[in-house]
């Protein structure tokens, strides 16, 4: 049987979480090797030697160590274009470029407002840090005019790169899934009819369920 890939990272990371909700799509067997990020075990030299900005998650197949979450979960889908969900990724390259355009929508205008109101409404208060009322309106303000461009986007289409999930979809999940259910912010998306669809739908699929299960779960003890 074929070494499991490695990722390094707790679940609860939403870069983390994009990764383990790819692999379970694409049925690849994977150990997960746990961080201690309150201890600061990512900014410690052995692992900057895998990460070298001190951010989860890193990942090791074979030969090769890998950081950023979304071109890790690129490069699962080539690797192991053959298994799991085999059209994750496109199998042409016309729809490749279609969720390439849309996973790079979420990377540069989804993410950006949607991680610092992860960050302020989700986190900050159980790490008991001061929230910043006028970074939230703002981030607020920048999240509704991109959800505004999804809602048309999913009016003519029942995914976002087109008539089936993808990588594209798979990569709103980790901060969507905070806003919805851990912040005050669950309208912004379910006011929006079809943003509303799309998120029942992309949410209730089985890899994602079960990264959410290990993401409430206790992480197993250490013998
Ligand atoms: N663009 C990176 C972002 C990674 C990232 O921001 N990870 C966060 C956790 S979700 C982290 O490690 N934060 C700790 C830090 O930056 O020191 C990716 O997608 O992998």
Request: aromatic share 10%.
């Amino acid at each position: 049987m074929a070494t499991p890939v490695k990722v390094y990272g707790p679940p609860v990371s939403a870069a983390v979480s994009r990764v383990l909700a790819c692999l379970l799509e694409k049925d690849v067997p994977f150990q997960l090797l746990p961080v201690n990020m309150a201890k600061g075990e990512h900014k410690k030299p052995d692992y900057l030697n895998i990460q070298p900005f001190g951010q989860v998650p890193a990942f090791q197949d074979e030969s090769i160590t890998l950081f950023e979450s979304r071109a890790i979960s690129r490069y699962i889908c080539d690797k192991y274009a053959n298994q799991g969900n085999k059209g994750l990724y496109g199998t042409n390259p016309l729809e490749k470029a279609s969720i390439d355009q849309w996973l790079e929508a979420e990377g540069q205008n989804f993410n950006p407002p949607s991680a610092v109101l992860v960050f302020q409404l989700a986190f900050a208060p159980r790490m008991k840090i001061k929230q910043d009322e006028s970074l939230i309106k703002q981030n607020d303000a920048k999240l509704v005019k991109v959800l505004d461009v999804y809602e048309k986007r999913l009016k003519e289409s029942r995914y976002l790169a087109g008539d089936d999930f993808t990588l594209a979809d798979l990569s709103h999940l980790p901060n969507t899934q905070y806003l919805v259910n851990g912040t005050d912010k669950e309208e912004l998306f379910t006011s929006r009819k079809n943003v509303e669809r799309w998120w029942g739908e992309i949410s209730s699929r089985e890899s994602w369920k079960k990264v959410v299960e290990m993401q409430t779960s206790p992480p197993p003890r250490s013998a």
